[in-house]
């Protein structure tokens, strides 16, 4: 089944509603659906096309530019403050709005950075790659990371609205492109079967997966993550699911010193790593090869575990971690730190 038209869903949580957009060209239109005309910082990184920059710029009357290098290393305490003091020194109040304009890594810096200057202001999600259409841009969570654990230091912070424009996405590179589609796969394994046999259907060109399916993968991942959040908005029980694949796929991120494995990558590896069926496993292995993702690495265990003891989902000597058993269907297990070994 090729592209569905869905151009809009609406993610509710108590006390807050926001919509996602999901339509090409919705960049030019962004002024019609939010309030523009008031102080607008956009953070965005230095790998974004200047035609995205002025596109946006243009739909707002007073505007101001924050960027920040592209990569995982910029997700740290430097940038954040670099982004509260442009706030700060422009004047910013709590009436104002922040724009992340960018990848998950932007995505991230501005959710949290508008979660903590004056203890909350609005903001709004642009995401312009594949990982941050896909999973990334909804759902609340800002963070940085600290040394080389990710995403350890954050907050939870919802959007006033995302808006997803597929054609964005033509102007990434073959990896990140394909990077991205992890967290589809991942969408597919714990909660819509037939999003992951969509997978083992399409066409492994990219160019006939962007003309054809982008938009019903991303409507459909969006969904499955749209549904948890809705029910677990602070990750307190469901919402572990959606780290399937997380917990050595992060280690794996982490182990490159932030600089190896692209997130996506780390988490196809990770997703295999946790799928102890031996049908669905090479099932999963078949499609992340077709979508040129890797489905080993070469990390020491020693190495990986030490970084795993510093998880968030780890509390004294137990670590929750998320299996597939059959496939849209996940589970949370509980079980001692040192039963990762079990799955390096």
């Known amino acids: ?25 919705i960049l030019a239109d962004v002024h019609k659906y939010v309030e523009l005309d008031r102080k607008v910082l956009i953070v965005t990184d230095d790998m ?15 505007c101001y530019l924050a960027t920040v290098h592209a990569g995982e290393a910029s997700k740290c305490f430097i940038y954040l403050q670099f982004i509260w003091n442009a706030l700060l020194d422009n004047g910013f109040g709590r009436k104002d709005l922040l724009i992340g304009l960018g990848g998950g890594v932007v995505g991230d810096l501005t959710s949290f950075a508008a979660a903590t200057y004056m203890r909350g202001v609005d903001y709004i999600n642009i995401p312009t790659s594949t990982l941050a259409q896909i999973d990334s841009s909804i759902g609340g969570k800002g963070a940085i990371n600290l040394g080389d654990v990710k995403n350890i230091v954050g907050a939870f912070h919802q959007p006033r609205a995302v808006f997803v424009d597929v054609d ?22 714990i909660g819509d079967a037939g999003l992951f ?34 029910q677990d908005e602070k990750e307190n029980g469901l919402r572990q699911i959606l780290n399937f694949g997380h917990t050595i796929g992060h280690a794996i991120e982490s182990a490159g010193e932030l600089a190896g494995m692209l997130h996506g990558e780390a988490v196809a590896v990770g997703m295999l790593k946790m799928t102890t069926d031996t049908a669905l496993r090479e099932r999963l292995a078949a499609v992340l090869a077709k979508l040129h993702l890797p489905t080993e690495c070469e990390y020491p265990a020693e190495q990986l575990m030490e970084i795993i003891s510093h ?19 996940a589970e949370i297990i509980k079980q001692p730190l040192e039963a990762v070994k079990n799955y390096l």
């Open 168 to 189: 964005l996405l033509k102007t990434l590179d073959d990896r990140n492109y394909f990077n991205g589609l992890a967290e589809a796969v991942k969408a597919g394994m």
């Open 48 to 62: 974004i096309p200047e035609e995205y920059i002025k596109a946006l710029q243009q739909q707002c009357p007073e």
């Open 311 to 329: 998880d968030k989902k780890h509390s004294g000597n137990k670590i929750n971690l998320v299996q597939v058993k059959e496939l849209g269907q």
């Open 1 to 25: 089944m090729k592209n569905q038209k869905v151009e809009k869903m609406t993610v509710e949580i108590p006390g807050h509603k926001y919509n996602i957009h999901i339509k090409k060209g």
């Open 197 to 230: 046999e969509l997978f083992e259907q399409l066409p492994a060109e990219r160019e006939a997966i962007q003309q054809d399916y982008i938009e019903q993968i991303i409507c459909r991942a969006l969904a499955v993550k749209k549904q948890v959040v809705e």
